[in-house]
C-alpha cells in the first residue's frame, strides 16, 4: 500500500503533542478527508476515538503508541513511517450497535468497538433478563453488571471481568457477568457474532443501571439490545508481525 498524504491525530499527552510536531515537519499534515490514511498518536482511548470518527469512511488508521496500555497501537517511531504504512497489514473490524431505552422511554443509540457494559448505579446489586434472538436464556441474573464484548474488545474490560479472549477473525462475541453474585456458577456465555442480547433490568427505579457503549453513557436504562451493525466497519493498519490477531494470540499465553 502507498499513502501520499497522511492527517496525523494525537492526544493531549506531552509525548503525542512532541510526536506529532515531529512528524509533521517530516510529512505535513493533511485534512482528513482528503488523506489516504490517518495516523492516531497517542493511546487505546486515542484510537478508539478514531475508530468512531472515521468509521465506514474507508480511511485506514495507523496508530502509533504515545500512551499507557497501547494494546491497538503500533510501537512508535519518528523514522521509516513512509516504509512502515507501505508493509502494514490491513485488519477490518465491525462495531456493536447499542438501543436502550430509558426509564422515560426514550431510546438511545450508539456504537462500540470494544463493549457494551451494563452497570450498577448505587450500592444494590442489579437484577438483569437475559434474552438471546428473542429466546429467553437466563431469567435473573444478580450482578454488578454485565458485558458483551467484541473480539478486538476481548482482551479490554471484558479480559479484565474474566471474560474470554476471542481469536480477532472469529465471528463470535463475549456476554461476560460483572462480579455475579446468583447464579454464582454462571460464568457468561461465547454467542455467535450475528446474535441479539437482549437485557432487561428489573427492578429498575430500586436498583438503577447504566448502559455503557465505549464512552457514551445512558443512565436509568429499561432494555438494552447489542447486535453486531456489519453495515459499518473500520480499518486498522498493524506493522508485519504485530496485527490485531497476533496480539489477541499472544495475550492467551501471558501469565
Known sequence: MTFRSIAFLASDSPEAREAIQTLTRRHGNADP??????????GDGLMLQALHRFVSTGIPIYGMNRGTVGFLMN???????????????????????MTAVDETGKTHR?????????????????????????????????????????????????LSAHGPILPINSDLLALTPI???????????????????????????????????DH??????RQVEVAQDTSRAARILFDPGHSLAERVLREQFRF
Open 110 to 158: 450508539a456504537i462500540a468497538f470494544n463493549e457494551v457494559s451494563l452497570l450498577r448505579q448505587r450500592h444494590q446489586a442489579a437484577k438483569l433478563m437475559i434474552a438471546i434472538d428473542d429466546r429467553p436464556r437466563l431469567e435473573e441474573l444478580t450482578c454488578d453488571g454485565i458485558l458483551v464484548a467484541t473480539p478486538a474488545g476481548s482482551t479490554a474490560y471484558n
Open 75 to 97: 510501537d512508535y517511531a519518528a523514522d521509516g513511517l513512509a516504509e512502515r504504512l507501505a508493509a502494514a497489514e490491513l485488519t477490518t473490524i465491525h462495531p456493536l450497535a
Open 33 to 42: 478527508s482528503q488523506a489516504d490514511c490517518v495516523v492516531a498518536l497517542g
Open 216 to 221: 457514551v453513557e445512558v443512565r436509568h436504562v
Open 179 to 213: 462480579s455475579a453474585f446468583r447464579p454464582r456458577g454462571w460464568r457468561g456465555a461465547i454467542l455467535p457474532s450475528a446474535a441479539k442480547v437482549t437485557i432487561s433490568i428489573m427492578e429498575g427505579d430500586k436498583r438503577p443501571v447504566a448502559a455503557v457503549a
